[in-house]
């Protein structure tokens, strides 16, 4: 399919990836950059580091809930440790992670520790969408997750 809408040979294709793994953390890179350049052209302006945080995961959470069948292929991507694709994924959690710690800091805070927080956060996350891919969790249980599991860890180290 990608190769036909790229108008290019599967070979070619191939030539370039050696999987459909790393096809799809390429095009999750993409879509990462999309949600980069959504957010420094509109910051999330919520209160407080809790709400702007929980704001993000809402909003990441829904653009990928919104192409489904695209999020469970990239899931299963990330989730394959595919050693060929490991540093691009590793560069997509480090993207994440800056996203997140942003949306912690706001405008003007600076939180000790915002990067950690943000690592733990992001695995959280990871683990409830693994839950949606095997259909122990909905999409709605997966966004309610997150504000329960930011809200938690927010208070366990004193984030305001």
């Known amino acids: 399919d990608v190769a036909k809408r790229s108008s290019v ?17 390429v095009a999750l890179e993409q879509e990462t950059q999309k ?30 809930f919104h192409r489904p069948n695209f999020a469970r292929a990239v899931l299963r991507a990330v989730a394959s440790g595919s050693a060929t694709s490991q ?8 993207r994440v992670t800056k996203l997140v710690v942003s949306a912690m800091q706001g405008q003007t805070q600076v939180i000790e520790g915002a990067e950690t927080v943000a690592q733990l956060l992001e695995q959280i996350w990871f683990a409830v969408l ?29 984030i305001r």
């Open 130 to 158: 693994i839950g949606w891919l095997g259909g122990r969790e909905t999409e709605s249980s997966v966004i309610e997750h997150m504000e329960w599991s930011t809200a938690v860890v927010f208070n366990g180290v004193g």
């Open 87 to 94: 540093s691009e994924v590793m560069a997509y959690q480090e």
């Open 35 to 64: 949600l980069e350049a959504l957010l420094d052209a509109h910051p999330i302006d919520r209160d407080t580091a809790l709400e702007r945080v929980q704001h993000f995961f809402s909003l990441a959470s829904r653009a990928l």
């Open 9 to 25: 040979a599967l070979g070619t294709l191939y030539a370039r990836f050696s999987s459909k793994e790393d096809i799809l953390v």
